[in-house]
């Protein structure tokens, strides 16, 4: 399971507080934590900063990298602040996304084409957000082409067929844990990758709702999340379902991290 760290987030008040003050502490010390969790990426986002996200998701990317190796997934709509972050990021960054919208697609594929740059792929278009099976894979048809005809090589692609709540839709949880499978099955060694906590929006108890979602489309072949590594609970959860799923010979895995006290 490919790991994205979630924590960095300016909509998270910490973070928040910690951009606006340039507090380097807090932010090193959170991409630090998530790190030593285990993640593979650290997403950073800036989005609450209307007119400042370029320069401080500049300054996030330089901030974590003085403390870790582990590259940062770049969070943004907005493809000039995409381009200042990417530009002082060292070693192979992941975009955090193209998608369909017209704007962010034909200002995003000129800065991937031809690159090693690992990206997320966001099932969304300016007809709004996807709601059925259908509705996802269509966009994603028409994402992964763009991105291959412009030499992004497969594996380097993570489509997010983008998380609905719940609470809105009975039917959100299951349309898009079958479009995982879909996309996995549809496109050879594209990765699957989403955000997980919109599933439980609205409703009390978020944890169980979120683990147990992310068990289900594991199942279906989801390879990629963007979470809390910090959350142990969670982290328990990814590592039984990939054992489950027959994606962890003989549990090695299972079993490290038991003894790493990770299944405690
Ligand atoms: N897809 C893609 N990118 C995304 C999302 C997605 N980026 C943003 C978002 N969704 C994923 N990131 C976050 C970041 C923080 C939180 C939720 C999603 C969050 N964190 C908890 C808090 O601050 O209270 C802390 C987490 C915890 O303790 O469990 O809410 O869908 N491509």
Redesign the pocket.
């Known amino acids: 399971m490919i790991i994205i760290g979630?924590?960095i987030?300016a909509?998270?008040k910490e973070i928040g507080t910690a951009i606006e003050a340039q507090d380097v502490n807090t932010v090193q010390q959170v991409a630090k934590d998530q790190s030593d969790a285990g993640a593979n990426y650290i997403?950073v986002?800036a989005g609450i900063f209307v007119g400042k996200e370029p320069q401080y998701l500049e300054w996030l990317v330089q901030t974590v990298q003085e403390v870790t190796d582990t590259p940062c997934a770049i969070?943004s709509p907005d493809p000039i602040a995409v381009e200042a972050a990417l530009k002082v990021h060292k070693g192979t960054a992941m975009i955090?996304?193209i998608s369909l919208e017209k704007e962010r697609y034909d200002n995003l594929m000129p800065v991937l084409a031809g690159t090693d740059l690992k990206v997320?792929a966001?099932c969304m278009s300016d007809g709004g957000m996807p709601e059925t099976v259908d509705d996802r894979l269509k966009i994603a048809d028409k994402l992964v082409n763009g991105l291959v005809q412009n030499k992004v090589k497969v594996e380097n692609i993570f489509v997010?067929p983008?998380?609905q709540p719940m609470s809105v839709n009975n039917d959100f949880g299951m349309e898009f844990v079958v479009a995982v499978e879909q996309i996995m099955e549809r496109f050879e060694g594209i990765h699957t990758?989403?955000?997980l906590?919109?599933i439980s929006y609205g409703l009390p108890a978020r944890k169980f709702m979120n683990r147990t979602f992310m068990s289900m489309a594991i199942c279906r072949g989801l390879d990629g999340a963007?979470v809390?590594p910090l959350?142990k609970g969670m982290m328990a959860s990814i590592i039984a379902a990939e054992a489950l799923a027959g994606r962890d010979d003989y549990c090695v895995n299972y079993l490290k991290g038991y003894r790493a006290g990770m299944l405690a």
């Open positions: 979630e924590l987030n909509s998270r997403d986002n969070d955090n996304s997320i966001l997010d983008l998380v990758a989403c955000g906590s919109n963007i809390n959350d």
